[in-house]
């Protein structure tokens, strides 16, 4: 029920629909004064939501810092978090935009960091109508040269919390030792690390897939609007959100 919940009102985290929905109660009202009241907060969101300066400033502050894992004694397993990888109408699977993820594991894979990769991430869809993400993954991983010896599969979890859950389930079943390595991206990990605590993880995190890094000034980059902005910010809300109710409801 709880995730039915959160997938059904996304829709409410994310800014575009708040200045359509001043938009449209704007249309609808009869009052003049509340019109115009309606059309400065219209304003008001657009500028500040599309203001590049603002949204670095407050990425960059929810942002961990980067991690350097030194190669001493290996970690038992580095967990990869879903949420990077899709399917189309023909099943043909595809990375997205958090595809550093799956990089960065391989790397720390490779380099000899972790010894096995514990991949959980299984249908994130209400309806179930394309296979589990690990299913892709599980073929990325073989592809890259990761025998299938040292890959392990939750293909059940849903969201954050059932990443948790399952992960617990699979790492206590083969006794892993602690800690592990928490692998995902930069604006996830701050409710990821709650979400493992409380599931009794001892854990390193590796955040990864830095959406915004510190640069140098420049005008375009800080004060030109960019209307993407309004999509972007509703990953952000998503997690501040998420960190939230998922505390409020024990999860955290």
């Not at 500028?47 to 030194?70: A, H, S």
């Not at 394309?130 to 993954?137: A, F, I, Q, V």
């Not at 640069?215 to 030109?224: D, P, T």
């Amino acid at each position: 029920m709880f995730f039915i919940l959160s997938k059904v009102l996304l829709f409410l985290l994310v800014p575009f629909w708040w200045i359509v929905f001043l938009g449209i109660w704007r249309i609808a009202t009869n009052s003049a004064t509340t019109k115009k009241r309606l059309g400065y907060i219209m304003v008001f969101l657009f500028l500040v939501l599309t203001n590049p300066f603002l949204f670095r400033q407050v990425n960059l502050t929810w942002q961990p810092v980067p991690v350097i894992l030194e190669k001493k004694v290996p970690y038992e397993v580095g967990i990869l978090l879903g949420g990077m990888s899709g399917y189309d109408m023909n099943e043909v699977g595809y990375f997205g935009n958090n595809a550093d993820r799956f990089i960065q594991t391989c790397n720390l894979y490779h380099q000899g960091i972790i010894k096995k990769i514990l991949v959980s991430g299984g249908i994130g869809l209400i309806y179930k109508n394309s296979p589990p993400e690990t299913k892709y993954l599980h073929q990325q991983l073989l592809a890259n040269g990761i025998p299938d010896s040292a890959i392990l599969l939750d293909s059940q979890s849903r969201n954050t919390y059932e990443n948790a859950v399952y992960s617990k389930i699979i790492c206590d079943s083969l006794k892993i030792q602690s800690p592990v390595v928490l692998i995902t991206s930069a604006f996830h990990m701050k409710r990821s690390e709650a979400v493992f605590k409380k599931a009794g993880f001892s854990f390193v995190p590796f955040p990864c897939d830095y959406k915004v890094i510190p640069k140098k000034f420049s005008i375009g980059e800080y004060f030109i609007p960019r209307i993407e902005l309004l999509e972007d910010w509703s990953y952000l809300i998503k997690e501040m959100v998420g960190l939230v109710v998922y505390k409020i409801t024990g999860k955290a």
